[in-house]
């Protein structure tokens, strides 16, 4: 079955004003929803990136130019990502549509491509 992956996206600190019930009731509607995609066998794995980390590394000409923090340029941070298992894309939007970070940000749906040697 195709695996996609969910990239989550938002601005930094987007988050930062909730108190901690609210953020305990956000973290209570991911792992809910985590569990189910998990009992339907959706899940292939679910990560979330560290605050702050990260480098961004572009060729210019010959060298390697190399910034501080992911999406710097943008001011867009990278929450984390899921893996999902989807029969479709559209299936795998459908997934998306419940991730609870929509009502924070964006979920980026890609389809992943396995990379074989030659």
Known sequence: M????????????????????????IV??????IDELGAAGKLGGSHKLRDGQG????????KIVVTDGPFTEGKELMGGLFVIEAASFDEAVAIANGCPHLDFGSVEVREIEVMRRP
């Open 2 to 25: 195709p695996q996609y992956t969910l990239l989550l996206r938002g601005e930094k600190d987007r988050l930062a004003h909730l108190a901690p019930s609210e953020m305990q009731a």
């Open 55 to 62: 480098r961004v590394l572009r060729k210019a000409a010959s």
């Open 28 to 33: 209570a509607r991911y792992s809910t929803w």
